[in-house]
């Protein structure tokens, strides 16, 4: 009892003394070092194996949501390629350090806000403290020009400002700014010896062209198919892929939402109750269900499924229990799947068939 008893005493002591020291200056300064530290740390010890990998920067939808927008990290080897770059995703990238200036090339599936809305960011990143060599290549749908114009034009004079500010050994305005290559039809458009990219158009009307992106790195592959309503095209550019992130929209989730909302809005004097319902009725014949993904990821012999960019995006506190609503049935269609929420990562080393998956 005594024993006990004189423990407790020792606990609580030793919180009130850890309490006293982290209000003294000299000990907050070491904290906030070490904490540096091993943050960058984390950084440098990523692994080195020879790997192609995807990772999830932003796993939702335009819908309101705590997930960011349409994004995925490709890496393959040494280098990293970023798969459209929606509101939160470089954020989200910013959070997990990643190395920005191994960034070579962003991949644009189209001109939606939710895929390129964090191009500004995501130049910022690779431009300050990047050694950069040229400008920011974006690969893109016809009016990816138009786009990267715009955020040059936008941005134009907070690049004067930052290079007027630290220079031009950390802030060069000769590789400032954006070099937009439009993808002028299905084909390989990217090809560095190892990596492969090849695009292929997919059905996102009136969004015309919308492409989907296939990444071949030393005998692994990973598909992703940006904005799509069930697409036979893409089912023949997946053929036999390791993994597919696909795209999703769950009519049993927004038909829900959109006659609560018309019912509110018969109620209440409010746009977004007015106006909600005729939007999720317009989207349902662009996107596609997690049914009918299921039956594409069985017909491209994939060997496993990602749903990612969902509408509705799960989110917490109920978050299980959208994915049990939107995700019924699928196991009768495909077994191997997975869905996808923000930091959600697919490595497949090389020389393997191995599928390595962190949620
Ligand atoms: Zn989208
Ligand atoms: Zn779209």
């Not at 034009?153 to 500010?165: G, I, L, P, W």
């Not at 919308?210 to 030393?218: L, T």
């Not at 095209?233 to 053929?239: A, D, G, P, W």
Request: overall charge negative; hydrophobic content about 40%.
């Amino acid at each position: 009892m005594k024993l006990l008893r004189n423990t407790v005493i020792v606990l609580v002591l030793l919180v009130i003394a850890l309490w006293l020291a982290i209000k003294v200056p000299a000990v907050q300064n070491h904290v906030y070092e070490r904490a540096i530290k091993m943050r960058l740390f984390a950084t440098l010890q990523e692994e080195k194996e020879d790997t192609l990998s995807a990772t999830v920067c932003g796993s939702g939808s335009p819908l309101a949501s705590n997930s960011a927008q349409a994004c995925i990290l490709i890496k393959a080897g040494e280098d990293l390629y970023v798969v459209d770059v929606g509101d939160g995703s470089v954020a989200n990238l910013s959070r997990w350090n990643t190395p920005f200036e191994d960034v070579k090339a962003v991949f644009i599936t189209h001109n939606h806000s939710d895929h390129i809305s964090d191009l500004a960011d995501l130049h910022l990143m690779t431009w300050v403290t990047r050694e950069r060599e040229s400008k920011l290549t974006v690969y893109g749908p016809e009016g990816i020009e138009d786009v990267t114009k715009g955020f040059e034009m936008t941005y134009k004079h907070d690049y004067e400002f930052r290079n007027a500010h630290h220079g031009d050994l950390v802030t060069p305005l000769d590789v400032v700014g954006f070099n937009p290559i439009t993808i002028q039809d299905e084909s390989v458009i990217f090809d560095n010896g190892d990596l492969q990219v090849t695009a292929f158009r997919v059905e996102h009307e009136p969004v015309d062209p919308a492409y989907g992106f296939r990444f071949d790195y030393k005998g692994r592959s990973i598909v992703i198919s940006g904005d799509t309503n069930y697409s036979t095209n893409l089912i023949k550019n997946s053929q036999k892929a390791d993994v597919l992130f696909h795209e999703a929209i769950s009519l049993d989730l927004t038909r829900r939402m959109s006659k609560t909302l018309a019912d509110l809005g018969e109620e209440f004097d409010n746009n977004i109750a007015r106006y909600g319902s005729k939007i999720f009725t317009d989207i349902e014949n662009y996107h596609a269900t997690p049914l009918e993904v299921a039956e594409i990821a069985s017909l491209s012999n994939v060997d496993m499924l990602v749903y990612y960019h969902l509408t509705p995006t799960p989110q917490p506190p109920i978050d299980k229990i959208m994915a049990d609503i939107i995700f019924r049935g699928v196991d009768e269609n495909f077994s191997n799947w997975e869905y996808a929420i923000d930091g959600t990562k697919v490595i497949l080393p090389i020389n393997s068939k191995k599928i390595i998956f962190n949620k």
